[in-house]
């Protein structure tokens, strides 16, 4: 509204001149009112014409100060921390919690004006976020730890709620894919934005749902969908750039849209990371939680903190034996993990030994699950796979999060597995952890789509090699895997399926063969992948068709072709 003030100032003047000239042709002696009506619109008429609406002085100083705040960044300037706080003080930003929603509501414009307008007014709301991010990081001292305590017991208290709902529940009625930006239309129906800005376009003016016809075209972000369909995918393990064709895609954020905005991180990132290293317990968990939240969804925020040197002090706040700081600090640094040289810092800095001493002893689920999230980004380094195979308890501390932890701390804990799996030699170790019967409790027991699908892309891999092969037979699970492969909704849990089957076939030789043959339903589950599947899906069924069409060829013939595995080590449960 600041930075609009003049803009908004003409506008009531322009409004107030219509008035006042609408009241002068309006007939008033020809309309049938009482008398005290036509006194007080007589007395709004000559009011109109003696206003004068002028810009208050008071907003155009605030303006200035603004603008050569703004201005003192682009050119390289840190501002007066004095002019900083009169502004917000001016605005009625008086805490940090009210600093972090007036940015929460300038992402929400950046986000709409990328998505829906030209972008026009982008630059300049990116150079507001980055004054304030700035103010919230450096001027507001404490954070609002009543506010945030709130919003965890808020957050624990859905938990019970999560539980009740279903992923089919956020699906649009037109894609029937997740809703990442749902939107309410006029008649009252929601739709992810995507789908109903192409079922617009298209010229179909009814709504897809009901029939009715939409009395207008304007979409109105449906903003407490979106937080329950986000919470409900953080809480249960499930990404969203996984559900849907479309992502929040913040490959946008790699260069800033504004020089303000990339100074003012450069300074903040100096101020932060000076305070990590040299600050009291309380102003290092602040600025923990700053990193935090800073380099959770801008590539370009990660850079900055990483190049102020902010790695080596969130390493050492991980021994720290404050929750909130070692949570914090955890979150923090897998952030900045995603980042390549966030990576080769981590590793340099030797961070791999607090980072798993987080995962087996961190002092809340939320550090231990972070630093399982971060251990599978840096197993995309190849050479970082073979470092934390060999590190001693790395693959164990994993297995044993994957066993107690939440749904999303199991999740994470499997995708780090499956990264370490990348490299062939990490498979005996997975092995020997014991990964394979907490696997297949998993499959037994779960019905999380998504976990469902991780798990079976750690036994896919699993089932390449011989040793692999013979553990998952001995665990009894065929019945599980070939039972989830003719149910499941899920494409992908269906390739892994037809993906494992097939490495226990080639692994395991004719008695595997034998027992899948005698599953009369396994074929069209094989044959609707080669239609319905993807290309690698499709191929690998096709194999899979053809091992078994050759087994039945040769019994039929009455040879049988020698078994890999020797019957007496086989525990196949067939039901």
Same mark, same amino acid.
Not at 279 to 302: D, H, M
Not at 490 to 496: F, G, I, L
């Given at each position: 509204?600041?930075?609009?003030?003049?803009?908004?100032?003409? /506008?009531?003047?322009?409004?107030? #001149?219509?008035?006042?000239?609408?009241?002068?042709?309006?007939?008033?002696?020809?309309?049938?009112?009482?008398?005290?009506?036509?006194?007080?619109?007589?007395?709004?008429?000559?009011?109109?014409?003696?206003?004068?609406?002028?810009?208050?002085?008071?907003?155009?100083?605030?303006?200035?100060?603004?603008?050569?705040?703004?201005? /003192?960044?682009? @050119?390289?300037?840190?501002?007066?921390?004095?002019?900083?706080?009169?502004?917000?003080?001016?605005?009625?930003? #008086?805490?940090?919690?009210?600093?972090?929603?007036?940015?929460?509501?300038?992402?929400?414009?950046?986000?709409?004006?990328?998505?829906?307008?030209?972008?026009?007014?982008?630059? *300049?709301?990116?150079?507001?976020?980055?004054?304030?991010?700035? +103010?919230?990081?450096?001027?507001?001292?404490?954070?609002?730890?009543? =506010?945030?305590?709130?919003? #965890?017991?808020?957050?624990?208290?859905?938990?019970?709620? *999560?539980?009740?709902?279903?992923?089919?529940?956020?699906?649009?009625?037109?894609?029937?894919?997740?809703?990442?930006?749902?939107?309410?239309?006029?008649?009252?129906?929601?739709?992810?934005?995507? +789908?109903?800005? @192409?079922?617009?376009?298209?010229?179909?003016?009814?709504?897809?749902?009901?029939?009715?016809?939409?009395?207008?075209?304007?979409?109105?972000?449906?903003?407490? &969908?979106?937080?329950?369909?986000?919470?409900?995918?953080?809480?249960?393990?499930?990404?969203?750039?996984?559900?849907?064709?479309?992502?929040?895609?913040?490959?946008?954020?790699?260069?800033?849209?504004?020089?303000?905005?990339?100074?003012?991180?450069? *300074?903040?990132?100096?101020?932060?990371?000076?305070?990590?290293?040299?600050?009291?317990?309380?102003?290092?968990?602040?600025?923990?939680?700053?990193?935090?939240?800073?380099?959770?969804?801008?590539?370009?925020?990660?850079?900055?903190?990483?190049?102020?040197?902010?790695?080596?002090?969130?390493?050492?706040?991980?021994?720290?034996?404050?929750?909130?700081?070692?949570?914090?600090?955890?979150?923090?640094?897998?952030?900045?993990?995603?980042?390549?040289?966030?990576?080769?810092?981590?590793?340099?800095?030797?961070?791999?030994?607090?980072?798993?001493?987080?995962?087996?002893?961190?002092?809340?689920?939320?550090?231990? /699950?972070?630093?399982?999230?971060?251990?599978?980004?840096?197993?995309?380094?190849?050479?970082?796979?073979?470092?934390?195979?060999?590190?001693?308890?790395?693959?164990?501390? &994993?297995?044993?999060?994957?066993?107690?932890?939440?749904?999303?701390?199991?999740?994470?804990?499997?995708?780090?597995? *499956?990264?370490?799996?990348?490299?062939?030699?990490?498979?005996?170790?997975?092995?020997?952890?014991?990964?394979?019967?907490?696997?297949?409790?998993?499959?037994?027991?779960?019905?999380?789509?998504?976990?469902?699908?991780? %798990?079976?892309?750690?036994?896919?891999?699993?089932?390449?090699?011989?040793?692999?092969?013979?553990?998952?037979?001995?665990?009894?699970?065929?019945?599980?895997?070939?039972?989830?492969?003719?149910?499941?909704?899920?494409?992908?849990?269906?390739?892994?399926?037809?993906? %494992?089957? &097939?490495?226990?076939?080639? =692994?395991?030789?004719?008695?595997?063969?034998?027992?899948?043959?005698?599953?009369?339903?396994?074929?069209?589950?094989?044959?609707?992948?080669?239609?319905?599947?993807?290309?690698?899906?499709?191929? @690998?069924?096709?194999?899979?068709?053809?091992?078994?069409?050759?087994?039945?060829?040769?019994?039929?013939?009455?040879?049988?072709?020698?078994?890999?595995?020797?019957?007496?080590?086989?525990?196949?449960?067939?039901?």
């Amino acid at each position: 509204m600041l930075t609009k003030c003049e803009f908004l100032a003409t /506008q009531f003047w322009i409004l107030i #001149r219509a008035i006042s000239t609408a009241l002068d042709v309006l007939p008033l002696s020809l309309v049938e009112v009482e008398d005290e009506v036509k006194e007080v619109v007589e007395l709004l008429r000559r009011q109109s014409r003696k206003a004068r609406f002028e810009l208050d002085r008071t907003d155009g100083n605030a303006k200035k100060i603004l603008l050569s705040i703004l201005d /003192q960044f682009e @050119k390289r300037v840190e501002p007066d921390s004095g002019d900083v706080k009169r502004i917000l003080d001016y605005v009625g930003i #008086r805490s940090w919690s009210e600093c972090n929603d007036e940015i929460k509501f300038l992402e929400e414009e950046i986000a709409f004006e990328c998505s829906d307008c030209e972008g026009r007014e982008v630059p *300049f709301l990116s150079s507001l976020v980055g004054f304030l991010s700035y +103010s919230r990081g450096v001027i507001f001292e404490t954070l609002d730890t009543r =506010n945030l305590d709130e919003t #965890r017991v808020d957050f624990r208290s859905t938990m019970e709620m *999560f539980t009740c709902l279903n992923i089919e529940d956020f699906r649009c009625p037109i894609s029937l894919e997740v809703m990442l930006d749902p939107v309410i239309v006029s008649t009252g129906q929601t739709y992810d934005r995507a +789908s109903i800005q @192409k079922w617009l376009k298209g010229g179909n003016l009814l709504c897809p749902k009901t029939g009715e016809k939409l009395m207008n075209t304007d979409l109105v972000p449906n903003l407490v &969908l979106r937080n329950l369909i986000r919470n409900f995918c953080a809480y249960n393990g499930v990404s969203l750039g996984r559900l849907g064709k479309q992502s929040n895609d913040i490959t946008r954020t790699v260069v800033p849209d504004s020089q303000v905005a990339s100074e003012s991180m450069k *300074f903040l990132s100096m101020f932060l990371t000076t305070r990590l290293a040299f600050g009291t317990g309380e102003q290092r968990n602040k600025a923990a939680y700053e990193t935090r939240l800073l380099a959770k969804s801008n590539i370009f925020n990660r850079s900055c903190l990483i190049n102020a040197g902010a790695v080596p002090p969130l390493l050492n706040l991980l021994c720290s034996t404050g929750s909130c700081t070692q949570e914090n600090a955890m979150a923090a640094l897998l952030k900045l993990s995603k980042y390549g040289s966030g990576k080769r810092l981590i590793v340099e800095c030797r961070g791999l030994t607090p980072i798993l001493d987080v995962l087996k002893h961190g002092l809340t689920w939320e550090a231990r /699950q972070s630093a399982a999230a971060t251990i599978f980004y840096l197993s995309s380094v190849k050479e970082y796979r073979k470092l934390i195979g060999e590190t001693p308890d790395a693959i164990q501390g &994993l297995v044993d999060l994957m066993k107690e932890g939440t749904p999303c701390g199991k999740k994470n804990a499997l995708v780090a597995i *499956f990264g370490l799996l990348l490299l062939p030699k990490n498979h005996h170790r997975v092995l020997e952890a014991g990964t394979v019967p907490l696997l297949i409790d998993i499959l037994a027991s779960s019905e999380k789509v998504e976990l469902l699908s991780d %798990t079976l892309a750690v036994i896919s891999l699993l089932a390449e090699n011989t040793e692999g092969t013979f553990a998952i037979l001995s665990s009894k699970s065929l019945h599980l895997i070939t039972g989830i492969l003719q149910s499941s909704t899920s494409q992908t849990a269906k390739e892994y399926c037809v993906s %494992t089957l &097939l490495a226990l076939c080639i =692994n395991g030789g004719a008695e595997v063969v034998a027992l899948l043959a005698k599953n009369q339903t396994l074929m069209a589950s094989l044959f609707s992948l080669l239609t319905e599947g993807t290309v690698n899906a499709g191929k @690998k069924s096709r194999a899979l068709i053809k091992i078994l069409h050759s087994f039945h060829e040769t019994y039929s013939s009455g040879w049988i072709i020698s078994s890999a595995v020797p019957c007496h080590e086989l525990a196949i449960h067939e039901r």
